[in-house]
């Protein structure tokens, strides 16, 4: 099975919607997002706490800054990847539920902003 690829819009200046990206995965869509208006390049930080990892995602800035966005804080698994996987997918499914966590625009499948556009359209 396909994963489906990603349509990403935001509001101009003037209110009409534009398309920032066509086309894209789930994890392009989210650096992209981060990284929107050159805000900052999308980083995640891990780091051991107690008992278990806290995953962080956000920006880096020019000047070393970290500006965190969101995080997952799970126990220990016996494979450390595991933590890393599981939290990218929780930051995915935040940015797909437009929680505004991560920008102001919308990130839909493809296949559901041609039918919305279509619908608009007729």
């Known amino acids: 099975m396909m994963k489906p690829t990603y349509t990403m819009t935001i ?5 009409d919607e534009e398309i ?13 997002a981060i990284e929107h208006d050159r805000a900052g390049v999308a980083t995640v930080i891990g780091r051991d706490v107690g008992k278990g990892r806290l995953v962080s995602i956000g920006r ?19 494979l450390p990847r595991l933590n890393e996987d599981y939290a990218r997918r929780s930051f ?3 940015l797909l539920d ?14 559901a902003h041609s039918r919305r556009k279509s619908a608009e359209n007729a």
């Open 60 to 78: 880096m800035h020019e000047n070393g800054d970290f500006e965190y966005l969101a995080f997952e804080f799970m126990r220990h698994a016996c």
């Open 92 to 94: 995915e499914r935040k």
């Open 20 to 32: 920032l990206a066509s086309g894209v995965q789930i994890e392009d869509a989210l650096k992209i």
């Open 98 to 111: 437009n929680s505004g966590k991560f920008w102001s625009g919308r990130v839909e499948t493809d296949d």
């Open 11 to 15: 509001d101009n200046e003037a209110g």
